[in-house]
Each structure stands twice: as C-alpha cells, then as structure tokens.
C-alpha cells in the first residue's frame, strides 16, 4: 500500500505545475535587539504591528494568532498570508527575535514584497548582530 500512495504523489510533486509555485523564504536570528519593549512582550500589539506591517508590503493577511508568555516572557505569532506566512518568536530576557517571511510566487512575484516585510520588522527591532538566510524554494 505504501508504495501505491508514494507512486500517486510523485508524478504531483514532479509535474511542471508544482514547480511553477516558487517562493522565497527569508529567516533571520536578531541577536542583541534594541527596541520598543512592546514588540517583544505585548502580543496584541506586537501582533497589529505585523498586519500594519504586511498590508504596507501589499501581502494579504487571512488570519493570525499572537501568544504572550506572560509577565517579562515573550511573545510567539504567525500572519498566515494569502502567498503563506510571517512567523516571529521574541525572547524579551536575551534581546533575541527569530524572524520567518515566506511567500508563494504562484501567481506573480513576491520576492519583493517578502523583502520589503522583512526588512521593515528587521528595522524595527534593530538587531546589532542580525544572522539572515534567503532561501529559494521551488
């Protein structure tokens, strides 16, 4: 059975189709962050500031989910984007932030939009020792 199921997956995976929906996946690790304290312990308005952030960069939020940890924790959330997703997780104690823009190109384009998203919440929470990956997916 096993094989029946991986033989009807692989010609999806393989088709001219599939690899038409390339993306970009940038991730950043923010060492050292000086920033409002908001951003990295208020996940209400962290979590605003993210959509403010994704309707600049012209990307469509279908939804999002922010939790706080608490007095002095930090803050976990996910935009999910039309074109896929933003993730961010604070660590307020360590001035740490782990950042994820990933987005679809199915359609047009978006490795600029991703870049503009990316850029502005890096700027936001100025990292003085910022460690990026750019990931091209196809």
């Not at 939790?67 to 999910?80: A, L, P, Y």
Request: aromatic letters at 8%; one cysteine or more.
């Amino acid at each position: 059975m096993k094989n029946h199921v991986q033989n009807a997956i692989l010609p999806a995976i393989n088709s001219p189709a599939a690899r038409k929906a390339s993306g970009l996946h940038l991730i950043g690790d923010l060492y050292g962050c000086l920033c409002d304290s908001r951003l990295m312990l208020d996940a209400e308005f962290l979590e605003s500031f993210c959509k403010e952030r994704v309707a600049s960069a012209a990307l469509t939020s279908v939804g999002s989910l922010f939790h706080s940890f608490g007095e002095g924790g930090g803050v976990t959330g996910v935009v999910v984007l039309a074109e896929s997703h933003l993730s961010i997780h604070t660590w307020p104690e360590s001035g740490y932030v782990t950042l994820d823009v990933y987005v679809c190109n199915h359609t047009s384009n978006n490795r600029p939009k991703a870049q503009q998203l990316f850029d502005d919440l890096m700027a936001a929470f100025n990292p003085n020792d910022p460690h990026l990956h750019s990931v091209e997916r196809a």
